[in-house]
């Protein structure tokens, strides 16, 4: 059974920063993209950071480029989105997601496998 486990989400203050951490298991996504999507209230699910398990170029949303930093551990099967410079409009649930392919995607449904979530709420 594929499990994706969040962690790290939590209140900070704007300007403040959080490390989520994103731990796989039941299978192994070596060859896989994965990626952190989110979704505030009243708003529909955004990919925001993705990449590959190989060496290559990842996709940051316009909204958190230059703020956010996805970065991968394969021993681990574990995936990380280190979060700076946060903005009270980063607030939202974090979700990590993977694919069974290796090329990059920002559509939520592309997907096949979710985390539960992590709230990160970011106070003015």
């Known amino acids: 059974q594929v499990r994706l486990v969040e962690s790290g989400g939590g209140l900070v203050q704007a300007g403040g920063s959080l490390r989520l951490s994103c731990a796989a298991s039941g299978r192994s996504f070596s060859s896989d993209a994965m990626a952190w999507c989110r979704q505030a209230p009243g708003k529909e699910r955004e990919c925001i950071a993705v990449?590959?398990?190989?060496?290559?170029?990842?996709y940051y949303a316009g909204s958190v480029k230059g703020r956010f930093t996805i970065s991968r551990d394969n021993a681990k099967n574990t995936v990380y989105l280190q979060m700076n410079s946060l903005k009270p409009e980063d607030t939202a649930v974090y979700y990590c997601?993977?694919?069974?392919?290796?090329?990059?995607?920002?559509?939520?449904?592309?997907?096949?496998?979710w985390g539960q979530g992590t709230q990160v709420t970011v106070s003015s």
């Open positions: 990449r590959g398990w190989t060496a290559g170029i990842p």
């Open positions: 997601a993977a694919r069974t392919r290796e090329a990059l995607s920002t559509m939520p449904q592309t997907y096949a496998y």
